[in-house]
């Protein structure tokens, strides 16, 4: 290179060609640096699948970017030389290339943002951080459309992602006459529920070498590495978006809030960890969902409810995650303080819900949706385990999360430490719900038709229990009045019965030991 290159380093969640930084700039006069490092891979300790999946997919992504014609300095974890953080593995770029700047794009984590803003002056040279045009909604339009509305709901953000992006629309009209078909997304499992398997990308040489590494350098992080068959590159994880199109798309929307034992993916997409790393275009599915309902091979509520979750739902919480933070982090509005389970680690609890959305979470670092929200986070909210282990919890063991996502999820969705900013209502469900939307509460000890007492369902006495400890901060809210007019009816000894049933079992809750996360 006759000029002294620019530097393009490359996070290992920006793994796309189409990237802003990679964009801007001349293949001929820049270097393009991927770095596994230490600080990266154990600021929480990640669960061993995501670990894998994010080396093996920057490994394979090196190899995308040198066909494309790109110069690629690829720094493994075990390069002797590695400094273990992105910061110093800059450093040592620009002098091994004697770079004359850092372009890059604006990493997905606040607390990166903080350390990339420092850049330019410790590392002094000029430190260029691009907007991530991946998403649809840049952080500036967010950031407006919020600045002018009081309440911020998911709703009103979606419906102009919808009119922004035209999908599903039939001119200035939603699809369908309706924005939203969530009423139609509710069914429970029937007994003879056939779902499809879901693709195997089994591991080829990089991905091999990839969990060697992985299973000797973090084999005491939490999960499991047998079987490992995630997408680990672009056509992978087109591949696989095209299975669930053909395979389950159909009946993805009807089936989407239920539940079955060791059916660990129903009719979910399961690409939320290929996208989230830059695999899969966010609008290109979406637009690949509703060429599906448009060709008839797919009802409407299915591609609305796919649709919403990646144009809505995803971007309306990176959204709101930029603008809320750092205080999202700090948020306790319940002041929620009990200590994590240590069941949440291990799976071993009697509760055959809870278990199961563990062991799933263990062995494929996935559970989906509504056993996120509905099996784990419900159990969080009612038990008040404190917002900042829940959310460390989260970010440890999806391979999909990433701050930007999983706390607005787990502090605003799944716990109200938010005071309400994201969700109108906790939710808050006892063990009627995840009776009626799984198959769980036949195989467990528990009695989900018992209110209180040793071997009623715990969620149960919990759900009561959980508006009482609330009531000066919730009973306000019109969307509870239901409940908490129930809660009033009750006679003093059937409310200090759930009160004194939820006591007794929260006690024999063990914590999980210090030093796990
Ligand atoms: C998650 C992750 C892991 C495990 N390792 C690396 C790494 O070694 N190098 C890297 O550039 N990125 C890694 N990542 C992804 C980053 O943590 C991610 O870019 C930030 O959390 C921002 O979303
Ligand atoms: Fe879960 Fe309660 Fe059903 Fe058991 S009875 S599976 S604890 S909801």
């Avoid at 006069?29 to 920057?58: C, G, N, P």
């Avoid at 991946?134 to 998911?154: D, G």
């Avoid at 006459?177 to 009423?183: L, P, Q, R, T």
Wanted: with cysteine; glycine share 6%; net charge negative.
């Amino acid at each position: 290179m006759s000029q002294q290159p620019i530097l393009i380093s490359i996070l290992g969640d920006q793994l796309s060609l189409s990237l802003a930084s990679l964009r801007d700039s001349d293949r001929s006069k820049a270097v393009v640096l991927l770095a596994e490092v230490w600080d990266e891979a154990t600021y929480v300790r990640h669960h061993q699948a995501k670990i894998a999946l994010v080396f093996s997919a920057m490994r394979h992504f090196a190899e995308d970017l040198r066909a494309d014609g790109w110069t690629v300095d690829y720094v493994k974890l075990d390069d002797p030389a590695n400094t273990g953080s992105l910061r110093g593995e800059v450093e040592r770029g620009l002098t091994r290339h004697n770079a004359r700047g850092v372009r890059v794009t604006e990493p997905g984590e606040w607390r990166l943002q903080q350390d990339f803003d420092q850049w330019s002056s410790v590392l002094g040279c000029l430190v260029e951080i691009l907007p991530d045009t991946r998403f649809l909604c840049s952080k500036i339009q967010f950031y407006t459309w919020a600045a002018a509305r009081r309440e911020l709901r998911m709703e009103y953000f979606y419906r102009d992602m919808r009119r922004q992006t035209g999908l599903l629309m039939d001119g200035d009209k939603p699809a369908g006459g309706k924005w939203n078909f969530d009423a139609e997304n509710r069914s429970g499992p029937p007994a003879n529920l056939i779902v499809p398997a879901q693709p195997q990308f089994p591991p080829d040489a990089i991905t091999s070498e990839v969990l060697v590494l992985v299973s000797a350098r973090f084999g005491d992080h939490f999960g499991s590495l047998d079987g490992f068959a995630m997408p680990v590159t672009r056509a992978n994880a087109e591949a696989a978006f095209a299975d669930f199109l053909e395979n389950r798309l159909p009946t993805f929307g009807q089936y989407q809030d239920a539940m079955i034992a060791g059916e660990d993916f129903m009719f979910h997409a399961n690409i939320s960890a290929a996208m989230n790393l830059g695999l899969l275009d966010p609008l290109a599915v979406a637009q690949a969902a509703e060429a599906e309902y448009r060709a008839g091979r797919a009802p409407l509520n299915a591609a609305e409810g796919f649709i919403r979750q990646v144009i809505g739902w995803r971007e309306y919480v990176r959204g709101m995650y930029w603008l809320d933070m750092p205080g999202m982090a700090q948020a306790n509005a319940l002041n929620a303080q009990r200590p994590l389970p240590e069941f949440y680690w291990t799976g071993d609890t009697d509760m055959a819900c809870l278990a199961d959305c563990v062991r799933t979470t263990l062995d494929n670092a996935y559970a989906h949706h509504i056993q996120r929200l509905m099996v784990l986070g419900n159990f969080a909210l009612l038990a008040g385990i404190a917002p900042k282990q829940v959310a460390e919890w989260f970010l440890v063991v999806y391979a999909d999360a990433y701050e930007w996502v999983e706390l607005p999820n787990v502090a605003g969705m799944a716990l109200h430490a938010d005071g309400g900013r994201l969700a109108s209502k906790p939710y808050a469900a006892s063990g009627a719900y995840i009776n009626r939307m799984s198959n769980y509460c036949r195989g467990c000890r528990y009695d989900v038709k018992q209110k209180v007492g040793p071997d009623a369902c715990p969620f149960n006495a919990l759900y009561w229990d959980f508006l009482a400890r609330n009531e000066a901060k919730l009973a306000r809210n019109m969307r509870l009045a239901n409940p908490y007019a129930t809660w009033r009816r009750m006679s003093d000894e059937q409310r200090a019965g759930y009160r004194d049933s939820a006591a007794r079992f929260l006690e024999t809750i063990k914590p999980a030991p210090a030093g796990w996360a």
